[in-house]
């Protein structure tokens, strides 16, 4: 089942801060997330594991409510860089470690 | 450590030809994805390979496509007597078992004319 992501798309001035959401409508096991910049590959930017715990590096950081069966992903302070289409992606079942991964958020940072 | 590399980065081929993509994974990783892209949407799962053996293919997969990945180094996939419909960016992954990160290569662009 393909996770849900919101907003689709946002724009931002350089510095401001902004938070996309993943949502699941089965248990998680682990949240992927990635950036993909336009004609690239996808990025890997970091894996959330249930139990809540909450990663970063930089200034881009995420946590996973096991409860929800919800990660977001927070880049504060955001820098021309980090535009792209974000994707999360979770596990697809018990065979593996295969991802299903959402239609992506679209995110452009302006000057 | 060189990345995961795919061939051709394009193809352009007539309906109802086959073709034939290559994925070189990183040289450790033990596991190879294959998924799908079209314009807007997330990568879209295909199948995956633990070290040769393919563990999983994707019910939405016709029986037109197939994928092998001989002595569990390189994967190749093949899609026969092409559609519109296959028109995407296919691209490959690979990861160490478990969870790790995966990491793509730039993806085989395939165009239907």
């Known amino acids: 089942q393909q996770p849900v992501q919101s907003p689709q798309a946002v724009i931002l001035r350089e510095g401001e801060d902004a938070v996309i959401n993943c949502s699941s409508s089965k248990a998680l096991y682990s949240v992927h997330w990635y950036r993909q910049k336009h004609g690239e590959a996808p990025v890997f930017l970091m894996i959330?594991?249930?139990?809540?715990e909450q990663k970063g590096h930089d200034k881009i950081s995420a946590s996973f409510n096991e409860k929800k069966q919800q990660s977001s992903l927070y880049l504060t302070a955001s820098q021309l860089s980090y535009s792209g289409t974000y994707f999360c992606?979770?596990?697809?079942?018990?065979?593996?470690?295969?991802?299903?991964f959402g239609k992506g958020t679209s995110l452009l940072v302006t000057p | 450590d060189t990345g995961v590399s795919q061939d051709p980065r394009h193809k352009i081929t007539k309906r109802g030809q086959n073709v034939t993509f290559r994925c070189d994974p990183i040289s450790e990783h033990n596991r190879l994805y294959w998924y799908r892209q079209t314009l807007g949407q997330g990568p879209e799962f295909l199948t995956y390979?633990?070290?040769?053996?393919?563990?999983?293919k994707s019910r939405l997969l016709s029986d037109r496509f197939s994928a092998e990945r001989p002595k569990g180094s390189f994967s190749t996939l093949e899609i026969q007597r092409t559609e519109q419909g296959d028109s995407a960016m296919y691209l490959c992954?690979?990861?160490?078992?478990?969870?790790?990160?995966?990491?793509f290569g730039d993806g085989t662009r395939l165009s239907i004319l």
């Open positions: 390979f633990q070290n040769e053996a393919q563990l999983e």
């Open positions: 992954a690979s990861s160490l078992e478990g969870v790790h990160p995966q990491h």
């Open positions: 959330l594991l249930k139990g809540g």
């Open positions: 992606g979770t596990e697809r079942g018990d065979s593996g470690y295969a991802l299903n």
